[in-house]
C-alpha cells in the first residue's frame, strides 16, 4: 500500500497538472518521479482517469457546435449519425449535436403532427446499460417528474428503446453554461454569488422532494436569455454509478473532475452532502476561474486530513489579466480582498474532505450566501470581534461617523446641534403642511405615511390650489412637502402623469431635509413600480436609500424600510424572485425590532406586499399568516392598512385548505365593504374597490342578481371618482365580462374584457397579476365563443398559450385550475397527448397547492375524465365517474355541486353513446335534480334538452325512460 505521504505529495502535484498540456506533464511528471517515484505513480493514474473522464453531460446540447467532435470516432459518429430520421417514441430525431462517454445527444422534434417542440434527446451509452442502471434510470426519470421548478430543466419524455438503450428528452435550452454566462457579461463577484443562491435555491427544492442531482459542475447551469439559472441533468451520475465497471475502471469516471466529492471513489451512496459540494466547487470555480480539487480523484486515505480545494482568495493571487477584466476587478490584490474571509469560509465549508464537516443542507449554504450579499456575518463564523467588523464594514460611513464624532468632541456636539435643528425643521414643515390641508379640506386627513385619502380628481386639485396659495407665505420647502404628500395622493388616484409632475416639482425646489427627500423618491419609485417602469423604480429607491444613510429618528427608519420595501417590489418586477425576497425579509426583519407605531405600520405593509407574493406562488398558509398578522399590526391605528389586507385575505382565504373557504371569504369580503363605507365613506373609491370584490365572491355563490348589483355600485363610484382609465375601474370591468359571459353575451365579454387586458397593461404591464387573470378569461372567452366562430379557437390557445407561459416565468408555477382549463382547450383542439401532458401536471400541482382532498382535486378528476374521453378512451370510467359523484357529494359547496352536476352529464352522454338509453336517463335525471336542487336555472336549461332528445326504447310506465325531469 502506498503511504499517506505518497498520496498527499501526488495530489499536489496534481491540482498545478491537471490543467495543464500532455508534453509538460510528462517532464515535471518525471520530475516528480526523481523525488519519489511511488508518488508519480499515484499522479499518472489520477490525471489518466481525469482524462478518461469526458462525458456528454458535461456540455449542454448548444455548447457542443458540431455534430462531429474533435477526437471523435468516425465508426461511432457513424452509427451515431444512424438515428438520424428514427422516431423514438413521438420524437423524431433531426440532427446529431454531440458525442461523449455518457452518450449520444440529438435535436428531436414532436412527430406526431400536433405541434413543433425542438428538444434535446439523449441516449445513455450502450456499454452503461445493465439491469440496475436501468432500474436506476426509470427510478430517477420517476423522480424528476415531481420537479416543477422554473429554474430547472424538467425531463419531458423518457423511456428505453428497443435495443435496450435508455433515453431521455429534455428543453433545448438556449444559453451559455454559467461560467461563459459570467464572463462575457464581466459579471462582479456580486452577481456571482446571485447566481449561486438562485441555483441553491432550485437545488434546496429538488432536495426538499427527494431528489438528488449528483453532478454540480459549470455547464450543469445554463443561463438563459434573461439571465435566470437553468439547473439540468439531475440524477444522471447516480444511473451511471448503478452500473459495475471493470476493476481497473474507477467509479468516478462518471463524475467530472473538481466538481465530485471526494468519497464517491469510495462507493458512497448518493447524498445531500456531495451536491453541498459540488456547489462549494462550483463557487470557487465562478470566483477565480479555476478549481484546483481533485474530489474524487483522490484516495479514500485522504478523506479526513486533506484540504481538497484551495481557497479562493489563494487562487486569486495567480489570477491572469482577463480573469481580472471578466470579474470587473482592476487587480490580484483586490479581487483576494473581495474573497478572503466569508467567501473562503463558506467555500471550505462546503468541500470539507469529511461530509459530517460539511454544510447540512444546501439551503444552509444559500443562506450565508445571501447574509455575505447583505453584508450580515455567516452562520459558521463566530466571535464578537467577527461580528463588530461584518457590522463596521455593512455600517462604513455611520461607523466612520461616529467614531469621529467620538475622537472630536467638538464635531459631535455639532453633530448633535445639527440633528436637533434638522429634527425642528422637519417638525415645523410637518406641523405647516398639516395646518395647509387641514384648512383645505376641514380636518387634518394625513396617515403615519403621509398620504391624503384617495379622493375625487376635483377635490385633489382644489387642494393643490389652496397649498400653493397658502404655502407662498412659508418656505419652499413647506410648498415642496405638499407637492409630495399630493402626489401620492394622485398616484392612488391613478393619475400618474400628474403625481410625477408634482414629485418633480417637489424635489426642485429646494433641498429640504434628508427626510423629505427620501419620502419623495419613495413616490416617485411607487409610482414607476405601478406603471411597471422596475428598473427606473429600482434606481429611485437606491438613490433614495443613498441620500439617507444615517436614521436617528422613527421617520428616517420608516422612510429607509418604504425604499426598501419599493426596491423589493421593483426586484420582484424584473424576475429577480430571490434578491427581492431577501430585501423585503431583512426590511421586514429590521421593522419587527422598531417598537413604535409608525414601525408596526411600516412592517404591516411590508407583509401584505409579502402576503402577496406568497398567494400568487399559491403558499398560502404563509400568505394567511403575513396578512393577519398585519391586521392585527394596524387594527388599532390604521384602518386603511387593515382593510388593504382584507382586500387580498378574500382572494387568499377562498383559495385556502381551509374548512368552509368560501362562506370565510364571502364573510371577509362583506366585512371589508362595511369597513370602508365606514371609514371612509359610502362614495369613496376604495369603497367601489369592496364592492367589487363582493360581487367576485357573489358570482362563485352563483347569487348573480346580486352581483349585477354590487359591480354596477363599483362601477358607478369609480368612474366618478378616478375614471374610466384607472385599474381598479379595470378590475370592474372584469367583473362585467364574468356576468356578461355567465348571460351568454360573448361578444360583449370579449370586448369588456379586451378593455379591461389593455387597462391592466398599460398601467401594470403584461405580467401582472390582474393582467394574467384578464387575459386568461379572454382566452377562455374567445373558446367559449369558438362554438359558433370556428376561427376563434386558434385565438384563444394564443391567448392560452401566453397567459400560462407568463405564469409560469412570473411566479414559478401555474394555478392547476389553469393547467385545467388549458388541457381542456388542447383536448378540444385535437393535442390530446398536450391535453393528458398538461392534466397530469394539474393533477400533481393541485395536491400541494390545494390539498389532496380538496374541491380543486375534484376538478382535476373531472377534467381528466373529459380529457380521456377527447382522446377517445372511455374504457373503465364509469366506475370513475361513480366515485367522483360520491366524493362530490360528499362536500357541502356549490363549486362541488357543480362537479357533481358535470360528472353526472358527462356519465350520461358516455352511457347514451354506448346505447345504454335507460342509464342515460338515469344519469341525467340525478344531473337535473341535482339542478334543482341548487335552484339554478342554467343547469337546468343545459340538461332538459339532453333528456327530451333521449329515444323511448321502453313503453312500460315506471320504467327508466318515464323517469320526470320535473
Given at each position: 500500500m502506498k503511504s499517506t505521504r505518497d498520496e498527499r505529495l501526488a495530489l499536489r502535484w496534481v491540482r498545478r497538472l491537471i490543467s495543464m498540456p500532455q508534453p509538460l506533464r510528462r517532464g515535471l511528471l518525471g520530475l516528480l518521479s526523481i523525488r519519489s517515484r511511488a508518488a508519480a505513480d499515484i499522479a499518472r493514474a489520477m490525471l489518466q482517469a481525469s482524462d478518461t473522464s469526458i462525458s456528454i453531460l458535461e456540455h449542454p446540447p448548444q455548447t457542443l457546435i458540431t455534430p462531429h467532435p474533435p477526437g471523435a470516432d468516425t465508426a461511432a459518429v457513424g452509427n451515431a449519425e444512424r438515428r438520424i430520421g428514427q422516431h423514438i417514441g413521438p420524437w423524431k430525431i433531426t440532427a446529431l449535436v454531440g458525442m461523449g462517454g455518457m452518450g449520444t445527444v440529438y435535436r428531436a422534434s414532436r412527430n406526431d403532427g400536433t405541434y413543433e417542440r425542438e428538444v434535446a434527446l439523449k441516449f445513455i451509452q450502450h456499454a452503461l446499460t445493465t439491469p440496475a442502471a436501468l432500474n436506476a434510470f426509470m427510478t430517477e426519470r420517476n423522480a424528476l417528474a415531481r420537479l416543477n421548478h422554473r429554474d430547472i430543466v424538467p425531463i419531458l419524455d423518457g423511456g428505453v428503446d428497443v435495443d435496450g438503450t435508455p433515453w431521455f428528452v429534455m428543453p433545448f435550452i438556449e444559453g451559455s453554461t454559467i461560467d461563459q454566462w459570467c464572463d462575457a457579461h464581466r459579471s462582479d463577484i456580486r452577481a456571482r454569488i446571485r447566481l449561486i443562491s438562485a441555483v441553491c435555491e432550485a437545488l434546496a427544492y429538488a432536495h426538499s422532494r427527494g431528489v438528488l442531482h449528483q453532478d454540480i459542475k459549470p455547464s450543469a447551469v445554463l443561463i438563459d436569455a434573461d439571465g435566470n439559472p437553468k439547473l439540468l441533468d439531475f440524477g444522471l451520475a447516480d444511473i451511471t454509478s448503478s452500473t459495475p465497471l471493470p476493476a481497473d475502471s474507477p467509479r468516478?469516471?462518471?463524475y467530472s473532475p473538481g466538481f465530485g466529492a471526494p468519497e464517491l471513489l469510495a462507493g458512497a451512496r448518493p447524498s445531500a452532502a456531495i451536491d453541498v459540494f459540488g456547489i462549494g466547487a462550483l463557487l470557487c470555480f465562478l470566483l477565480c476561474g479555476r478549481t484546483s480539487a481533485t474530489s474524487a480523484y483522490s484516495t479514500p486515505l485522504l478523506l479526513k486530513d486533506t484540504r481538497l480545494v484551495q481557497l479562493p482568495s489563494e487562487l486569486a493571487q495567480d489570477a491572469s489579466p482577463d480573469a481580472l477584466r471578466r470579474r470587473n476587478c482592476t487587480s490580484a490584490r483586490a479581487l483576494q480582498r473581495q474573497l478572503k474571509?466569508?467567501?473562503?469560509?463558506?467555500?471550505?465549508?462546503?468541500?470539507?474532505?469529511?461530509?459530517?464537516?460539511?454544510?447540512?443542507?444546501?439551503?444552509?449554504v444559500r443562506d450565508d450566501l445571501d447574509r455575505w450579499l447583505q453584508g450580515r456575518p455567516i452562520s459558521i463564523r463566530t466571535g464578537s470581534a467577527y461580528r463588530l467588523k461584518r457590522f463596521f464594514r455593512r455600517n462604513a460611513l455611520q461607523t466612520t461617523f461616529a467614531l469621529i464624532a467620538a475622537t472630536i468632541v467638538a464635531l459631535l456636539g455639532a453633530a448633535a446641534l445639527w440633528q436637533q435643528y434638522e429634527v425642528k425643521q422637519e417638525q415645523d414643515i410637518s406641523t405647516r403642511a398639516d395646518q395647509i390641508f387641514s384648512q383645505s379640506l376641514g380636518a387634518a386627513a394625513l396617515s403615519q405615511t403621509?398620504?391624503?385619502?384617495?379622493?375625487?380628481?376635483?377635490?385633489?386639485?382644489?387642494?393643490?390650489?389652496n397649498l400653493r396659495r397658502f404655502a407662498s407665505k412659508d418656505s419652499t420647502n413647506v410648498l415642496a412637502r405638499g407637492l409630495s404628500i399630493l402626489a401620492r395622493s394622485q398616484t392612488d388616484a391613478g393619475n400618474y402623469a400628474k403625481a410625477e409632475a408634482l414629485a418633480s416639482e417637489s424635489l426642485r425646489l429646494g433641498?429640504?431635509?434628508?427626510?423629505?427627500?427620501?419620502f419623495n423618491q419613495v413616490t416617485i419609485a411607487r409610482l414607476h413600480n405601478l406603471r411597471a417602469h422596475h428598473d427606473i423604480a429600482e434606481r429611485d429607491a437606491r438613490i433614495g436609500l443613498e441620500k439617507l444613510r444615517y436614521s436617528f429618528t422613527d421617520q428616517e427608519k420608516v422612510a429607509q424600510l418604504q425604499l426598501r420595501m419599493q426596491l423589493a417590489i421593483a426586484q420582484e418586477g424584473r424576475d429577480e424572485a430571490q434578491p427581492a425576497m431577501a430585501t423585503l425579509n431583512a426590511a421586514i426583519e429590521e421593522a419587527s425590532g422598531l417598537k413604535t407605531s409608525a414601525g408596526d405600520l411600516a412592517l404591516a405593509q411590508m407583509l401584505i406586499v409579502r402576503g402577496n407574493w406568497y398567494r400568487r406562488r399559491l403558499r398560502l398558509e404563509e400568505a394567511e399568516q403575513d396578512l393577519n398578522r398585519a391586521i392585527e399590526l394596524a387594527s388599532q391605528t390604521e384602518p386603511r392598512i387593515v382593510d388593504d389586507a382584507r382586500e387580498l385575505l378574500i382572494r387568499t382565504t377562498r383559495l385556502s385548505k381551509v374548512p368552509q373557504s368560501e362562506a370565510r371569504a364571502m364573510a371577509i369580503a362583506n366585512t371589508l365593504l362595511q369597513s370602508r363605507s365606514t371609514t371612509l365613506g359610502a362614495e369613496h373609491p376604495l369603497t367601489g374597490v369592496a364592492w367589487g370584490e363582493l360581487?367576485?365572491?357573489?358570482?362563485?355563490?352563483?347569487?348573480?342578481?346580486?352581483?349585477?348589483t354590487s359591480t354596477d355600485n363599483a362601477e358607478r363610484i369609480l368612474r366618478s371618482t378616478v375614471g374610466i382609465q384607472h385599474p381598479a375601474y379595470a378590475r370592474v370591468l372584469v367583473a362585467q365580462a364574468h356576468l356578461m359571459t355567465f348571460s351568454s353575451r360573448l361578444d360583449e365579454a370579449v370586448r369588456c374584457t379586451q378593455r379591461a387586458l389593455a387597462i391592466l397593461e398599460e398601467n401594470y404591464g403584461k405580467a401582472h397579476e390582474l393582467a394574467l387573470d384578464a387575459r386568461f378569461l379572454l382566452a377562455n372567452q374567445y373558446w367559449w365563443q369558438s362554438r359558433v366562430t370556428p376561427s376563434a379557437l386558434s385565438t384563444a390557445m394564443a391567448l392560452m398559450d401566453d397567459s400560462i407561459a407568463l405564469y409560469q416565468k412570473r411566479n414559478g408555477e401555474v394555478p392547476a385550475l389553469h393547467r385545467i382549463a388549458y388541457s381542456d382547450l388542447l383536448a378540444e383542439s385535437g393535442r390530446g397527448i398536450e391535453a393528458q401532458e398538461q392534466i397530469a401536471i394539474a393533477k400533481r400541482d393541485a395536491v400541494r397547492q390545494y390539498g389532496a382532498d380538496s374541491e380543486e382535486m375534484l376538478h382535476v378528476r373531472s377534467s381528466e375524465i373529459d380529457v380521456k374521453i377527447a382522446n377517445g378512451s372511455q374504457e373503465d370510467l364509469l366506475p370513475v365517474m361513480n366515485q367522483l359523484v360520491t366524493d362530490a357529494r360528499s362536500v357541502d359547496s356549490l363549486y362541488a355541486r357543480a362537479i357533481e352536476f358535470s360528472t353526472l352529464m358527462t356519465k350520461g352522454g358516455v352511457l347514451r353513446d354506448a346505447g345504454d338509453i335507460p342509464a342515460a336517463r338515469a344519469s341525467f335525471a340525478a344531473a337535473r335534480k341535482v339542478a334543482v336542487a341548487a335552484n339554478n336555472d342554467a343547469w337546468i336549461k343545459r340538461i332538459d334538452p339532453l333528456i327530451d332528445e333521449l329515444p323511448d326504447v321502453s313503453a312500460t310506465p315506471g320504467s327508466a325512460s318515464h323517469v320526470s325531469r320535473h
Open positions: 468516478q469516471h462518471a474571509g466569508d467567501l473562503d469560509a463558506i467555500v471550505q465549508r462546503c468541500t470539507a474532505p469529511d461530509p459530517d464537516e460539511r454544510y447540512p443542507t444546501i439551503q444552509a403621509q398620504t391624503l385619502p384617495l379622493t375625487a380628481t376635483a377635490l385633489l386639485e382644489r387642494t393643490e390650489s433641498s429640504g431635509t434628508s427626510l423629505q427627500f427620501a360581487a367576485f365572491m357573489q358570482m362563485l355563490d352563483q347569487q348573480y342578481a346580486a352581483a349585477q
